[in-house]
């Protein structure tokens, strides 16, 4: 069993940036999902940045160029640094690790994006 804990949102004005954080409560090593998802009011959660078998890394379209994942095998930590936020990029942000055939999320973090 594995506990992800998500920290880092808040409320941001566009053009602005925040870093996300996911610890996980075990070792993050093994995974064959390890990323960020995020749902916005009234539509499906979506992937953002998503790395897959420990090697290949995948952004939305939306967020290319703006948003990097990385993590931090030592501390079990996954990071989204979110650069030139936009009031689209509004939504619950959720981390996400698949390993052995068993999915574990987080609870999510609320990031807001206004003036």
């Known amino acids: 069993q594995v506990q992800l804990v998500e920290s880092g949102g808040g409320l941001v004005q566009p053009g602005g940036s925040l870093r996300l954080s996911c610890v996980a409560s075990g070792s993050i090593f093994g995974f064959s999902i390890l990323g960020w998802y995020r749902q916005a009011p009234g539509k499906q959660r979506e992937p953002v940045a998503v790395i897959t078998v420990g090697v290949v890394t995948n952004y939305a379209d939306s967020v290319k160029g703006r948003f990097t994942i990385s993590k931090d095998n030592a501390k079990n930590t996954v990071y989204l640094q979110m650069n030139s936020l936009k009031p689209e990029d509004t939504a619950i942000y959720y981390c996400?690790?698949?390993?052995?055939?068993?999915?574990?999320w987080g609870q999510g973090t609320q990031v807001t994006v206004s003036s």
């Open positions: 996400r690790l698949r390993r052995a055939g068993y999915d574990y």
